[in-house]
């Protein structure tokens, strides 16, 4: 389910709170997920690790989380936060204690700067970003068909990687599949005319949001982020507060490699929220803390598998304890 804010369309009831059933069903198929960051994790945090708090127990925290992709920065912080505590007394010197403010910490580091997906406006505009082969034609369809078929809204896609023929054939595909209305210009097109085109059909037809992909790869020499920064101008153009969120897609599988890619595109592109891909994939599931805790930029989606409903609001709390193994 995808978290649209404060928009709630005349002629969509907002959705249910999940069931208790499906929440745990959700729980469950977020931690087989991050199972391999989870074994990866557990193999240095045994359950003997917290029988005994002193500087060991420290230093394997730190290895720990280190090796989960969490970042050393953060990690440093984390586990001197923790040791803190601890030593104060604020914490009881209790594995099972300790252990659990640690998923308290670790949930609070996730959740930082934590807002849902602001598509508010009308029409809402959202662009996403990304390096090509993050998963990002493939979120974007995601997030069509969600709320197209799920929150019943009007969606426009705008096919801006014109450098790439087959992301617009990809996004042709789930335009059809989301019930989507897709703009597209000739291959090598300028993009920014391509988003400006989606902008203005979706205004004359009334649409509710409108999804721009945008190129992860140029092959002119341009460079890639003048070029994002040029279709954000080119978008403010027609309408001044957008584009209203913008997205990027991580690849979890790469790391602190993702990182750097957040940290560059942010610097482009104002970005908004992450949306963190292949998160099932990997043992490195510790990203997702340290773009939050690093870079102040909050993981507003996860992908945790193929199908349409592994793409879900990222939730803190799940997640910190779903990488613990609670």
């Known amino acids: 389910m995808i978290d649209l804010g404060s928009r709630e369309p005349a002629n969509v009831a907002p959705p249910a709170e999940a069931e208790p059933e499906q929440r745990r069903g959700v729980f469950r198929r977020l931690r087989e997920s991050l199972s391999k960051s989870r074994q990866a994790l557990a193999e240095e945090i045994s359950a003997s690790v917290f029988e005994k708090i002193d500087d060991e127990t420290w230093e394997h925290l730190e290895e720990a989380l280190i090796l989960a992709d969490v970042g050393a920065p953060t990690t440093a912080a984390v586990v001197e936060r ?6 104060s007394g604020a914490v009881p010197a209790d594995g099972v204690a300790v252990r659990d403010r640690l998923i308290e910490i670790l949930a609070e580091v996730a959740g930082t700067a934590r807002a849902p997906i602001d598509l508010s406006a009308d029409p809402a505009v959202l662009m996403m970003v ?6 990002k034609t493939t979120t974007i369809g995601k997030i069509a068909w969600h709320l197209s078929r799920e929150f019943g809204l009007s969606v426009v896609l705008a096919a801006a990687d014109t450098y790439r023929a087959a992301a617009a054939e990809q996004l042709a595909e789930w335009a059809e599949r989301a019930g989507a209305e897709l703009v597209r210009g000739e291959s090598g097109a300028d993009p920014g005319s391509v988003a ?3 902008i203005t059909a979706a205004r004359a037809r009334g649409a509710d949001v409108v999804i721009v992909d945008t190129a992860g790869r140029l092959h002119t020499q341009t460079d890639l982020m003048e070029e994002l920064s040029k279709v954000r101008r080119v978008i403010a153009k027609q309408i001044p507060e957008a584009p209203h969120e913008t997205l990027i897609s991580i690849d979890a599988t790469t790391g602190q490699n993702g990182l750097r890619q957040a940290k560059v595109f942010s610097e482009a592109a104002e970005v908004d929220g992450v949306v963190l891909t292949k998160l099932d994939g990997t043992a490195k599931g510790g990203i997702a803390l340290a773009i939050a805790s690093d870079l102040g930029i909050p993981v507003k989606l996860i992908g945790v598998g193929e199908t349409l409903e592994d793409l879900r609001p ?3 709390d799940d997640y910190a304890r779903a990488l613990l193994g609670e």
């Open 82 to 87: 923790l040791e803190h505590e601890v030593e």
């Open 314 to 316: 990222f939730d803190p």
């Open 130 to 135: 990304g390096v090509n082969g993050t998963g």
């Open 196 to 198: 400006y085109d989606a």
